[in-house]
């Protein structure tokens, strides 16, 4: 289905058209036409599938149709990171372009005394259109900088990782300042029971929007050692020892993991930095700068990178840990093989970490390459993933022996 399929109006349209976008994604296609039609929606699709647009282009062409109060807050996008506040804003800018009546402000923490201001000044005149993090957003509420009496549109993206983030008291604080005649469009990755309550308590009869979890592109290269923890630093030792690796992601679950990892990076004299929430929002800014700009080559991060953030040229994703389930994994190695180049994506696997390797596997359809551990790791435990309690290690009957092949044995004498 192509955009002119749909009434948004010819000022969006011909936005698109600059933009060179024609069909529109299976969530877009959903989305759309429920928003123009006045319903709320409750949509689950991950990161990558559009939805930004999917909410964006009906709220921006009907608020550019008119109707709507030119010194009130019109719509609030709500987005759990700075950086992901950014992308919409980036996105509102372009999908924006001749709407020369809609007005916008991107409202995140972080900032110096001189953008608090501007912000502000924007929300005391009633920008059309405000991005907001929750608790920046709060602190504009709490001295009395908006009226958000008026707003029309309420959106909530990535809803799962606000309250994964701990913004649901924030959030529930924000919600009470808005009317009850509101539209509101909820998006979420998952559809967890906390997600299910948030929905019930925030949207009136939505219509629900549900876009299967892509699979990873083709196109990433993805392999898996398998491991004892321990061994999972002197893999990665010997992965930068054997090639000059450069545009690398290394993501753990953990932030303290994550702090060691780069401690033991830099004791390697590995060019590296890290990326959890114990920084300060400008020393991620700071990070992600140096990162993108190719200052840096190596960056450690819990999830807090996995999603949302679109860096073009990562040339690797590394695992340190399993993921804990098939869609943060799809996030992860996403990071890499965008913008049509290729990408690698390996996965450590230790014993207890098997049985949701496993499960991953399942969601793909096929078994990862189980890549021989070197030689100057030593020898691994046997991929048995039988069940959630780690089985008693076994070691493989020869040092480098393929593991993946041991595996497809002993399933067939199953």
């Known amino acids: 289905m192509t955009f002119e399929e749909t009434y948004l109006n010819d000022n969006i349209l011909d936005a698109l058209y600059d933009m060179h976008f024609e069909e529109m994604t299976p969530v877009q296609e959903k989305c759309i036409p429920q928003i123009l039609d006045g319903h709320d929606v409750m949509g689950v699709a991950q990161t990558g599938t559009g939805k930004t ?93 908006v009226d958000l ?31 009850q005649n509101r539209q509101t469009v909820m998006f979420s990755a998952t559809m967890p029971d906390k997600i299910q309550q948030l929905a019930k308590s925030m949207l009136y009869q939505p219509v629900m929007v549900k876009i299967a979890v892509s699979r990873p592109a083709d196109k990433i290269r993805q392999s898996a050692f398998v491991c004892y923890e321990p061994q999972k630093l002197a893999i990665i030792k010997h992965l930068f020892a054997t090639d000059q ?48 700009a190719g200052q840096i080559d ?26 804990h389930d098939a869609e943060d994994y799809v996030h992860r190695i996403g990071r890499t093989a965008r913008a049509d180049r290729d990408g690698a994506a390996i996965t450590f696997v230790c014993e207890k970490e098997q049985f949701a390797f496993r499960q991953i596997e399942k969601f793909l359809g096929k078994e990862v390459e189980k890549t021989p551990l070197p030689d100057s790791v030593g020898e691994g435990p046997v991929y048995e993933p039988k069940s959630r309690t780690a089985r008693a290690s076994r070691y493989c009957h020869r040092r480098g022996r393929n593991n993946s092949s041991t595996h497809r044995r002993k399933s067939s004498r199953r």
Do not use: W
């Open 53 to 145: 647009a999917a909410y964006l282009l009906p709220i921006l062409s009907m608020l550019d149709d008119g109707g709507y109060p030119s010194d009130a807050i019109n719509c609030l996008i709500m987005a759990p990171t700075r950086e992901l506040a950014q992308q919409i804003d980036q996105a509102m800018q372009g999908f924006g372009y001749y709407l020369d009546a809609v007005s916008s402000v991107a409202v995140y923490g972080g900032n110096d005394g001189n953008r608090y201001d501007q912000e502000q000044r924007s929300l005391r005149m009633g920008a059309d259109v405000v991005i907001a993090t929750p608790g920046r957003l709060l602190s504009h509420i709490k001295v009395g900088n």
């Open 149 to 179: 009496s008026r707003v029309s549109f309420f959106v909530l993206d990535e809803a799962d990782r606000m309250l994964d983030m701990g913004f649901s008291d924030d959030i529930m604080q924000i919600a009470s300042h808005l009317p």
């Open 245 to 292: 690796l450069q545009r690398v992601i290394i993501f753990s679950g953990k932030k303290d993991k994550v702090k060691d990892i780069t401690r033991e990076l830099k004791r390697m004299k590995i060019n590296c930095a890290q990326m959890h929430s114990d920084l300060t929002q400008q020393e991620r800014d700071e990070v992600m700068l140096a990162f993108k």
């Open 298 to 323: 190596v960056l450690v991060a819990t999830d807090i990178v996995s999603r949302g953030i679109d860096i073009d040229d990562i040339r690797m994703v590394i695992n340190f840990d399993v993921p």
